[in-house]
Nanobody
Framework: QVQLVESGGGLVAPGGSLRLSCTASGFSLDDYAIGWFRQAPGKEREAVSCISSSAESTYYADSVKGRFTISRDNAKNTVYLQMNSLKPEDTGVYYC?????????????????????WGQGTQVTVSS
């Protein structure tokens, strides 16, 4: 069964850190670009960070640059999002998604509809 599972969300005070994990089962992430998307209440889903299958290309939304770091460990079939200096506006449900990009190893998309597989989401709440 093809599945993406996110973990690592929770409640954290402003300025704190969390590390989200996205682990695939039933398929290999080697040929997939991975995107982390965030959806806050009443807002559209937005791309927060993306990484190409080669890991040579990465993207960060302006709102998270310098605070978030995306990485991947293909041996563990897992992608991580390290989130530091968290702010209340980072609150939302975080989804990871996989986009099959075997012919474009340095490509990633910011458009959620291009992604093939999605996790169930993990809640991140930044509040004092």
């Amino acid at each position: 069964q093809v599945q993406l599972v996110e973990s690592g969300g929770g409640l954290v005070a402003p300025g704190g850190s969390l590390r989200l994990s996205c682990t695939a089962s039933g398929f290999s992430l080697d040929d997939y670009a991975i995107g982390w998307f965030r959806q806050a209440p009443g807002k559209e889903r937005e791309a927060v960070s993306c990484i190409s299958s080669s890991a040579e290309s990465t993207y960060y939304a302006d709102s998270v640059k310098g605070r978030f770091t995306i990485s991947r460990d293909n041996a563990k079939n897992t992608v991580y999002l390290q989130m530091n200096s968290l702010k209340p506006e980072d609150t939302g449900v975080y989804y990871c998604a996989a986009d099959y990009t075997v012919h474009s190893v340095n490509y990633y998309s910011l458009y959620w509809a291009e992604y093939d597989y999605w996790g169930q989401g993990t809640q991140v709440t930044v509040s004092s």
